[in-house]
T-cell receptor, first 114, second 112 residues
């Protein structure tokens, strides 16, 4: 597509429920990143996919967080047993190069855990 | 590890005022430096970048110069407009790495 598409744009969930966030990158972009943006704070790196290589999961905050991507297509970020501190905007970005050039961000999914 | 420190916000200016948003970084090697902008209700957009020391990135009247001696990449604009109201993020990408490390962001409000 023309840009990075994320869905849903907003999600309200009850504490303890699982949620799944989706990112559809720009066609042909081999690199895909997930970031978290808490209210009034900067962007926190979560996970990075590059082609068929093993993902860099070093930013995932706990084992409740996981992400998948098949090849160079859609990625899903799953949060199990959500907690109130998981409330944030989850941003996805894709890039044609793996070294931070030309990132294109989606508009994000605003997750609220009540 | 790599880190980016931005001046604390929020910053409020009148239209046509001069803008400086300070950014300093810590990184090994020779990182690339970026400024991203997030307009209300929108995703982050790349504003400008510089990939080596003394490079100047510029876009939409904004400029930033990569200063290795002071490890800085301050954002400047000579005359801000109401439409520049947004959150500005400084970021770096280490030469050997693949992810962006962001600063905390600076909220800019420009009043008419």
């Amino acid at each position: 597509g023309a840009g990075v598409s994320q869905s849903p744009s907003n999600k309200v969930t009850e504490k303890g429920k699982d949620v799944e966030l989706r990112c559809d990158p720009i066609s042909g972009h081999t690199a895909l990143y997930w970031y978290r943006q808490r209210l009034g704070q900067g962007l926190e790196f979560l996970i990075y996919f590059q082609g068929n290589s093993a993902p860099d999961k070093s930013g995932l905050p706990s084992d409740r967080f996981s992400a998948e991507r098949t090849g160079e297509s859609v990625s899903t970020l799953t949060i199990q047993r959500t907690q109130q501190e998981d409330s944030a905007v989850y941003l996805c970005a894709s890039s044609a190069q793996p070294f931070g050039y030309g990132y294109t961000f989606g508009s994000g999914t605003r997750l609220t855990v009540v | 590890g790599n880190s980016v420190t931005q001046m604390e916000g929020p910053v409020t200016l009148s239209e046509e005022a001069f803008l400086t948003i300070n950014c300093t970084y810590t990184a090994t090697g020779y990182p690339s430096l970026f400024w991203y902008v997030q307009y209300p209700g929108e995703g982050l957009q790349l504003l400008l970048k510089a990939t080596k020391a003394d490079d100047k990135g510029s876009n939409k009247g904004f400029e930033a110069t990569y200063r290795k001696e002071t490890t800085s990449f301050h954002l400047e604009k000579g005359s801000v407009q109401v439409s520049d109201s947004a959150v500005y993020f400084c970021a770096l990408s280490a030469a050997s790495g693949s992810r962006l490390t962001f600063g905390e962001g600076t909220q800019l409000t420009v009043n008419p």
